[in-house]
């Protein structure tokens, strides 16, 4: 069981608009900054958001982040068939004293 | 171009030991921290250990405490694990993953080495 809720899956067709959501608690999410991460298949993972709500340069701004809270939320809109892949949330809980992460979401773009 | 090359893994026996290692290009390895994190087979990401860049502060995981040390060589730029009392829950690949700014957002990854321990 993760510390951190994602849903199992989530899916859309081309070209729509897709939200993938990451619930936590006061000691991580509520109180430090999240971060999102895409695995394509047999891939190591890539940061797509940091401190919540940023991008790094080479991710275009198809894709966004937020939080409110105690929960965070990844956007992504234009879904490509290359958005297909397991997303991954993540925060530092200073109540464990240890990184945690959701369980992952995979997204399907149909 | 930042790099992170992990090796080390292998197959062990229950109760084994084994010491991975990051070997890290690109940066200034010293003035960052360093995480691992692994992935078991079919499984989501857990996150193992981590070395701050500077005041040397250490973290674990439960799943990994007592029995895994963290550690760096920053005049050689590489990052360790060594682990110690291998269970079979211990099977996975296991990423190095460097720390952008101290807030646990990680932004490089190596491409991870797998570890097996199976009799």
């Known amino acids: 069981q993760s510390v951190l809720t994602q849903p199992p899956s989530v899916s859309a067709a081309p070209g729509q608009k897709v939200t993938i959501s990451c619930s936590g608690s006061s000691s991580n999410i509520g109180g430090n900054y999240v971060s999102w991460y895409q695995q394509l298949p047999g891939t190591a993972p890539k940061l797509l958001i940091y401190?919540?709500?940023k991008r790094p340069s080479v991710i275009p701004d198809r894709i966004s982040g937020s939080k409110s809270g105690t929960s965070a939320t990844l956007g992504i809109t234009g879904l490509q068939t290359g958005d297909e892949a397991d997303y991954y949330c993540?925060?530092?809980?200073?109540?464990?004293?240890?990184?945690?992460f959701g369980g992952g979401t995979k997204l399907t773009v149909l | 171009e930042v790099q992170l090359v992990e090796s080390g893994g292998g197959l062990v026996k229950p109760g084994g030991s084994l010491r991975l290692s990051c070997a890290a290009s690109?940066?200034?390895?010293?003035?960052?921290?360093m995480n691992w994190v692994r992935q078991a087979p079919g499984k989501g990401l857990e996150w193992v250990s981590s070395?701050?860049?500077?005041?040397?502060?250490?973290y674990y995981a439960d799943s990994v405490k007592g029995r895994f040390t963290i550690s760096r060589d920053n005049a050689k730029n590489t990052l360790y694990l060594q682990m110690n009392s291998l269970r079979a829950e211990d099977t996975a690949v296991y990423y190095c993953?460097?720390?952008?700014?101290?807030?646990?957002?990680?932004?490089?990854w190596g491409q991870g080495t797998l570890v097996t321990v199976s009799s």
């Open positions: 993953a460097r720390d952008r700014g101290n807030y646990y957002n990680l932004d490089y």
């Open positions: 690109g940066f200034t390895f010293s003035s960052y921290s």
């Open positions: 993540g925060a530092w809980d200073s109540s464990l004293s240890a990184m945690v």
């Open positions: 401190d919540s709500n």
């Open positions: 070395f701050s860049g500077s005041y040397s502060y250490i």
